[in-house]
């Protein structure tokens, strides 16, 4: 049975940082492209970035770049998103997803507000 469970979510001001984290078990995590998603109220989800497998391409919606980097730890099966100079339109729920297969995590609320 395939988990992802998402961490590291919060309230922060804009300018700020979080780093978001996403534990896999029940598949070989080496093996599969990690994606981060987000959706915000009313809005429809939407990628945001995705790291393949051995970690060395990385691919991000423009508005994230510069801001955001995806990164892994195949030891850890752990997929990070480490998020810089947040805006509030940044405030969503964010996902990991496995790439080519159904698994989603459960989410994880970001917050950027003063």
């Known amino acids: 049975q395939v988990q992802l469970v998402e961490s590291g979510g919060g309230l922060v001001q804009p300018g700020g940082s979080l780093r978001l984290s996403c534990v896999a078990s029940g598949l070989t995590f080496r093996n599969y492209a990690m994606s981060w998603y987000r959706q915000a109220p009313g809005k429809e989800r939407e990628l945001v970035a995705t790291i393949f497998d051995t970690g060395t391409s990385t691919k991000y919606v423009d508005s994230v770049k510069g801001r955001f980097t995806i990164s892994r730890d195949n030891a850890k099966n752990t997929v990070y998103l480490q998020m810089g100079s947040l805006k509030p339109e940044d405030t969503a729920v964010y996902y990991c997803?496995?790439?080519?297969?159904?698994?989603w995590g459960q989410g994880t609320q970001v917050t950027v507000s003063s």
């Open positions: 997803k496995v790439v080519t297969t159904p698994y």
